[in-house]
C-alpha cells in the first residue's frame, strides 16, 4: 500500500563521501548525441525495421530516443517506435545518451538511413 | 487512420472457435471473404501471405495483442478487422503469452503510409489496458465497434 513519500536524508542523489577513498566511476554521464536521419526504408519503420532497431538500440547502455516533431519515443521499443508512423523519406532525430553513446548513435543511425531486406518469405535477413 | 476506417465492421469476430496460429487467421480472413470485403478467389492466398509474414517474426506484440498483415494486391485500400479469442491462442508473441485480441491487417501494395498509420493507431489504442480488457470482454460485434469508435476519436 501507498503510504506517501518516506523520509530520506540523502533525496536519492549520491552522497560523495559515501565512496569513501574508491576513485570516482569513470562514468560519461555528459550531453546526448544526435543526429537527424531520413528514414531510407521504401516501406518506412514498419514492425519489422522498427522490432530490428529496438532489438540494436537494447544492445547499448545508452538511453535511445527517436523524435519525429514533438513526438519523442523509447528508441529501445517496437511498439514506441511504430507510433512515429515514419513512412519513407521521414526525418527522425536520433538521439543516445549514455557511455556508449557514439558507438551507439553511428550503429543506429545506419539503421535508419539502410534498406530493411524486404524480401518475401524466403529467409530471415542475414544477422549482424 | 482511425481504427474505424479499414476496419470492416461486420467482419468483426467477437469470438473466434479456433485455438491455433493459422486456423485464427483463416476464420479471421474467412469473416472478411463473407463480407465480400476480401475476394473469395484470394482468401487462401491472402492466409498464405500472412502466415508467411508471420515466420519472419510473429506480429504478437505482447499484452495479448497480435496484429497479422499482409500487402495484398486484391484489395483496393487498406482493410481489416478485429478478432477476439476468449481462450486465447499460442502465437509466438514476445513477450511468449497467449494472444487475446487480433488485428487483421490487408494492405494494397503501394500504400506504406496507410499501413503505418494504421499500426500508430491500434498500437496507440492497445496500450490502453482498459480498452484491451474491455475488447476481450465484449459480448458482441457491436460491443467491439462501439469500443473502436471510442478510440477513434481519441
Do not use: C
Not at chain 1, 536524508?9 to 576513485?23: A, D, E, K
Not at chain 1, 537527424?36 to 538511453?63: D, I
Amino acid at each position: 500500500m501507498y503510504t506517501g513519500p518516506t523520509q530520506s536524508t540523502t533525496g536519492g542523489r549520491p552522497v560523495s563521501h559515501l565512496n569513501g577513498s574508491q576513485p570516482p566511476q569513470d562514468v560519461m554521464n555528459g550531453e546526448a548525441l544526435r543526429r537527424v536521419v531520413t528514414v531510407a526504408n521504401p516501406q518506412g519503420l514498419h514492425m519489422r525495421p522498427a522490432a530490428a532497431f529496438a532489438k540494436a538500440a537494447r544492445q547499448y547502455q545508452s538511453a535511445v530516443t527517436v523524435s519525429r516533431d514533438d513526438r519523442s519515443v523509447n528508441g529501445k521499443s517496437q511498439i514506441d517506435l511504430l507510433l512515429l508512423a515514419a513512412e519513407p523519406g521521414a526525418q527522425l532525430v536520433l538521439e543516445v545518451s549514455g557511455e556508449d553513446a557514439s558507438l551507439a548513435l553511428d550503429a543506429l543511425g545506419a539503421i535508419l538511413e539502410s534498406v530493411f531486406e524486404e524480401n518475401d518469405g524466403a529467409s530471415p535477413p542475414p544477422k549482424g | 487512420m482511425a481504427m474505424t476506417d479499414f476496419v470492416v465492421r461486420e467482419a468483426i469476430v467477437p469470438s473466434l472457435t479456433a485455438t491455433t496460429k493459422e486456423a485464427v487467421v483463416r476464420e479471421i480472413v474467412d469473416s472478411l471473404r463473407a463480407t465480400g470485403y476480401v475476394n473469395a478467389a484470394v482468401a487462401d492466398d491472402i492466409v498464405r501471405q500472412i502466415m508467411k509474414r508471420e515466420q519472419l517474426g510473429s506480429t504478437g506484440i505482447g499484452r495479448g495483442i497480435a496484429i497479422p498483415h499482409t500487402k495484398h494486391a486484391s484489395v483496393e485500400r487498406l482493410t481489416g478487422t478485429v478478432a477476439v479469442s476468449k481462450a486465447g491462442v499460442t502465437f509466438d508473441s514476445i513477450d511468449g503469452e497467449p494472444v487475446y485480441v487480433f488485428v487483421v491487417l490487408v494492405s494494397p501494395q503501394d500504400r506504406p503510409g496507410d499501413h503505418l498509420r494504421a499500426l500508430e493507431n491500434v498500437v496507440r489504442s492497445m496500450r490502453d489496458d482498459a480498452f484491451v480488457r474491455a475488447l476481450r470482454e465484449a459480448p458482441d460485434r457491436d460491443a467491439i465497434w462501439r469500443l473502436l469508435e471510442q478510440t477513434s476519436g481519441m
